[in-house]
């Protein structure tokens, strides 16, 4: 049978159309995939274009299977709904998988960071091959283990790795393992309203042409007040009361929450979608491209590199100029 572009495009949206069915719920919460959906935040309202514009880059593609993309966190409750909407798994991985028999052990953090940062790649992106990379059971950041796992990664041929984590501290084997890579790394700007140009935060303040480092903007287009900021922070995206998919009993359960860990999220489901469309691109062009197609917005200005927000949309545009 031959397909013609009008019947393809007619298909993708029929899958558009079901994606969105399924997380009807969530996705008429999520500020940050289209602001001009009216959605008042906690009794915010929303100011209309400080979104990641997700939904109109969805018209375009929701991923493609053959881009694998890494989160490195702590453990991925990967029973939850949100995973088993046509998930593409790697059985070649180990990956931490916890069920309803042993959610009773389950305190702080344990899978509760991953499996929020993983969900909102997940969401934005549904179709690209999610690999989750367990670093431990910890809140804390376990940078050899982050080593190891990025290690992994390289030998997986991941494309982007998701790093919603980070230290003050300078690392030479995290530094040396990342700059010896052809992968991109999407990495967190931290929590600690910590001007980072004199105290820098690592992996995301490497200088490197494959690493970008990004901060977290509220639903009024202003800086998260606890984000980090500096000159060697890339770009922002939102990260203030954001939805996502937490460990629960019913396997089905979201909340909402804050960080950079989640803004950084955000860009990395963004970096799927452009990859998706032209596989081609290089780390560095696909910062580039994150970079220039970003939304300017006033109260960024002198706070961050590029004063804007990532824009998924207008990245698929800027992106096309490369193929």
Known sequence: MIFNRVTLNFFHSVVILLYQTILKDELTKQWSFMSNLNINIFGIPGVHGVDANIIPAWHHT??????????????????????????????????NVINKENMKSLSGYTYYHGTFVCGIVKMIAPKVSLIPLSLSESTYCDIPAAVKAIEVAKRSKVRIVNCSWGAHELHKELYDSIHNSDILYVCAAGNNRVFTDKKPYYPGCFDFPNVISVAATNNRGSLWLPSNYGSQISLAAPGASILGPIPSIDNKSFTYDSGTSLATAHVTGVAALILSVYPKLNPHELKKILISSCTKLPDLKGKIQSAGIVNAYAALIEASKYA
């Open 62 to 95: 929701l991923g493609n299977p053959d881009i694998s993309v890494a989160v490195i966190d702590a453990a991925i409750y990967t029973s939850h709904l949100l995973f088993n909407i046509d998930m593409p798994t790697s059985s070649s991985l180990e990956i």
